[in-house]
């Protein structure tokens, strides 16, 4: 994982592969609510929101606005009353499965326990 194809071309970390892949998955929530679109196909927003546990109402809806925009989470609402939303990974997010699936290894590895 060299950074020198990027030397004298970047500012920042942000400027690398390495920084953009950081963008999608960093922060305090994103793994968590990625965490949950894995384990369930689709899933409501109370009901994330009740897996989730900690995580305010205004906190989860920014967080998932700001993946849906950046193409990791797909939004499905329903045109009935009351009005039905449904969250879901999309193909980009999907993506991430390997990353996460080895972030777990890591942690079974390093954790001292087992599981």
């Known amino acids: ?5 990027y030397e004298k071309r970047i500012q920042s ?3 690398t592969p390495f920084g953009y892949t950081l ?6 929530w994103r793994l968590v609510i990625l965490y949950w679109l894995v384990e369930y196909e689709a899933i409501r927003f109370n009901e994330l929101q009740r897996k ?19 193409g990791l989470v797909l939004r499905k609402e ?3 009353i009351p009005p039905k ?3 879901s ?9 390997p990353i996460m699936e080895a972030m777990c290894q ?6 001292g326990r087992s599981y």
């Open 78 to 80: 329903y045109p009935q």
């Open 23 to 28: 963008s999608m998955i960093g922060g305090k």
């Open 1 to 5: 994982m060299s950074m020198e194809p």
């Open 13 to 15: 970390l942000t400027d």
């Open 106 to 111: 890591w942690g079974l590895d390093h954790s």
């Open 52 to 70: 989730i546990g900690t995580i305010t109402y205004k906190t989860l809806s920014a967080q998932l606005k700001e993946m849906e925009a950046d």
């Open 89 to 97: 990974l999309s193909d980009k997010g999907r993506s991430l499965l």
């Open 85 to 87: 939303v449904e969250y």
